[in-house]
């Protein structure tokens, strides 16, 4: 089994806080790769999270673009 590894690169925005868990967006570098927009609940000390989806730079512009028009 291969080590699961990730760093936060840059923490964007909270957008809701559920109990102790936070729902953010951040810049995450999943394995070593380059780091993409994320956006899942985190717990309080970034050890675990939730499912989430992770946006190309593309797909995070289109997605802003959206909701600023």
Known sequence: MSD????I???IADLAT???W???I???SWGGRKSTY???KWS???SKMSKG???SEADFAALESYFRS
């Not at 699961?4 to 760093?7: H, I, K, L, Q, R």
Request: hydrophobic letters at 30%; zero cysteines; aromatic letters at 8%.
């Open 9 to 11: 690169t840059e923490h």
């Open 38 to 40: 994320d956006i899942r």
């Open 4 to 7: 699961f590894s990730f760093t």
């Open 53 to 55: 989806l992770s946006l």
């Open 44 to 46: 309080p000390d970034h």
């Open 26 to 28: 951040n810049k995450v």
């Open 22 to 24: 936070t729902l953010e």
């Open 18 to 20: 559920s109990g102790s």
